[in-house]
C-alpha cells in the first residue's frame, strides 16, 4: 500500500528522556513534514525537508532535531529541551503531478506522546 | 507570513440540515487554500483545493466551499450531512507550492440525529 507510515502510534516517556518518532513515506515525494497538534490550536510547522540531506526549521523548531539521510525517511526527535513535548505529532509529504508541486500535503496516521 | 482564522469552535448541527464552516485568511497577492478533515486519532486527510480558477471548488463527501478574495474567506459549506460528518475540520492556506501551511485552529462539527 502506497502511504505514510508513522509510530509508534502512542508513546510515553519521562522528563528529560530524548525520544524518537519514525516516519517513512513510499509515495516518491520529495518534502517532507513535522507538524505538532495540540487541542484548540490548529497544526505548527516544526520542521520541513524540501530534499534529501536538506532541511529547514519551522515556526516551532525549539527542543527538536530531524535527519533526512534517505528519500522516504523523516525521523523527528523530541529533546529533553522541549519544555512541553505531550501532542499529537504528524507527519506529511508534498504531494506531485507530473512532476510538479500540487501544495497538498498528505498525512500519516500520527503518533501520540505524552510526558509523564 | 500568513494566518487563519476559523470563526467557530465548535458547530452543532442536526443530521440532513445544512452545516456552513468559516474561515478567513490574512490577505496576500496569491494564496493556495484547503480544507482538510480529522477524524479522531487519524491524520488529516484532504477535502478541496484551491489553488486557482473557477472560485467555487468541489471536494470529496459532498462538501464545496467557495474563495471569495474581497472578503479573504474561504467558507465550507455541505447541504445536507450525516452522523459520519463529525470530525474536526481545519482550514489552511500556504503563499506557494511548498506545502509550508498555516492552519486554523480547527472547528468542531457534531451531528446529532
Known amino acids: 500500500d502506497g502511504g505514510i507510515t508513522q509510530s509508534p502510534k502512542y508513546l510515553f516517556r519521562k522528563e528529560g528522556q530524548n525520544v524518537t518518532l519514525s516516519c517513512e513515506q513510499n509515495?516518491?515525494?520529495?518534502?517532507m513534514y513535522w507538524y505538532r497538534q495540540d487541542p484548540g490550536q490548529g497544526l505548527r510547522l516544526i520542521y520541513y525537508?524540501?530534499?534529501?540531506?536538506?532541511?529547514q526549521k519551522g515556526d516551532i523548531a525549539e527542543g527538536y532535531s530531524v535527519s533526512r539521510e534517505k528519500k522516504e525517511s523523516f525521523p523527528l526527535t523530541v529533546t529533553s529541551a522541549q519544555k512541553n513535548p505531550t501532542a499529537f505529532y504528524l507527519c506529511?509529504?508534498?504531494?506531485?503531478?507530473?512532476?510538479?508541486?500540487?501544495?497538498?500535503?498528505?498525512f500519516g496516521e500520527g503518533s501520540r506522546l505524552t510526558v509523564l | 507570513a500568513q494566518s487563519v482564522t476559523q470563526l467557530d469552535s465548535q458547530v452543532p448541527v442536526f443530521e440532513e440540515a445544512p452545516v456552513e464552516l468559516r474561515c478567513n485568511y490574512s490577505s496576500s497577492v496569491s494564496v493556495y487554500l484547503f480544507w482538510y478533515v480529522q477524524y479522531p486519532n487519524q491524520g488529516l486527510q484532504l477535502l478541496l483545493k484551491y489553488l486557482s480558477g473557477s472560485t467555487l471548488v468541489k471536494g470529496i463527501n459532498g462538501f464545496e466551499a467557495e474563495f471569495n478574495k474581497s472578503q479573504t474567506s474561504f467558507h465550507l459549506r455541505k447541504p445536507s450531512v450525516h452522523i459520519s460528518d463529525t470530525a474536526e475540520y481545519f482550514c489552511?492556506?500556504?503563499?506557494?507550492?511548498?506545502?509550508?501551511?498555516?492552519f486554523g485552529a480547527g472547528t468542531q462539527v457534531v451531528v446529532t440525529p
Open positions: 506529511a509529504t508534498l504531494g506531485l503531478a507530473g512532476g510538479l508541486r500540487t501544495g497538498e500535503l498528505f
Open positions: 525537508s524540501q530534499i534529501v540531506n536538506d532541511f
Open positions: 509515495l516518491n515525494h520529495d518534502a
Open positions: 489552511a492556506v500556504s503563499d506557494d507550492s511548498w506545502g509550508k501551511l498555516q
